[in-house]
């Protein structure tokens, strides 16, 4: 049983190297980033949605909590997430403005990625205890499922006023956050395995509304339809490579 701990605290950190797969970037100019930062934020937005419609929402219907209260959960998250932006934008009012501040929508994702690290990190300890083998299955679905998701939070982080070493470390600081779900789930067991159930609808509809609300009317500031075009292909393989994952999980 020990090595069960051993082996799941090692996943999680490695879930957590994940977020520094915007790295590559780092040899990319930064008039070359920025020109093709939508289309990074177009896989970001099929990645959230793909994640929220194809995995998130009909396990949580097959869950114990049931269609209708999943339902419930996932509007409470859109609402929740539309409040917590409201806040973020009252504040970032109050400050004093200047070139370098920071949109809230690269607050808000820091905060939802970490919520949802924090879920997988629950998820982790739970395959764990059940055996290895599914543990390390249930880890490797996580990293290929966090690679486009990680990659487009980057894009987003970027495009939010964050210079590329600081994103990479708030990224990675978030992804932290599936350790601290991981010592909780241990600590407190069953307790936390039941109230993750509750968090993961309410995860779903954060990613709702931050592709919704805040991503896709970033991309109706480009007007060109060759771009348009490619902003629409990028979208829809965020959402097809979350689709091909149920093939391997």
């Given at each position: 049983m020990v090595m069960n701990y051993v082996y799941a605290f090692i996943s999680v950190f490695i879930v957590s190297?994940?977020?520094?797969?915007?790295?590559?970037?780092?040899?990319?100019?930064?008039?070359?980033?920025?020109?093709?930062?939508?289309?990074?934020?177009?896989?970001?937005?099929?990645?959230?949605?793909?994640?929220?419609?194809?995995?998130?929402?009909?396990?949580?219907f097959k869950s114990n909590l049931g269609s209708n209260l999943s339902g419930i959960l996932i509007i409470f998250g859109v609402l929740l997430f539309f409040i917590l932006e409201k806040f973020i934008h009252w504040h970032h009012h109050g400050e004093e403005k200047d070139i370098n501040s920071i949109h809230p929508v690269g607050k808000l994702v820091l905060f939802t990625d970490g919520f949802h690290n924090f879920i997988d990190g629950a998820i982790i300890g739970a395959s764990f205890l059940i055996s290895i083998p599914v543990g390390i299955a249930s880890t490797i679905a996580i990293v290929l499922h966090e690679i486009p998701q990680e990659i487009g939070d980057f894009a987003v982080l970027i495009h939010s006023g964050y210079t590329v070493k600081r994103a990479l470390w708030l990224n990675f600081i978030s992804a932290l956050a599936s350790v601290l779900g991981l010592l909780i789930f241990y600590i407190f067991g069953s307790m936390v395995q039941n109230s993750v159930l509750f968090f993961i609808p309410i995860a779903a509809g954060g990613f709702i509304y931050i592709a919704l609300a805040d991503l896709i009317p970033e991309l109706h500031k480009t007007k060109e339809i060759k771009y348009s075009l490619i902003q629409i292909g990028i979208i829809m393989l965020g959402v097809l490579a979350m689709a091909a994952l149920t093939l391997i999980e």
């Open positions: 190297l994940v977020s520094f797969i915007g790295v590559f970037s780092l040899t990319l100019k930064e008039g070359v980033l920025n020109k093709y930062i939508n289309f990074f934020i177009s896989l970001a937005i099929g990645a959230l949605l793909g994640d929220a419609f194809i995995h998130i929402i009909p396990e949580t």
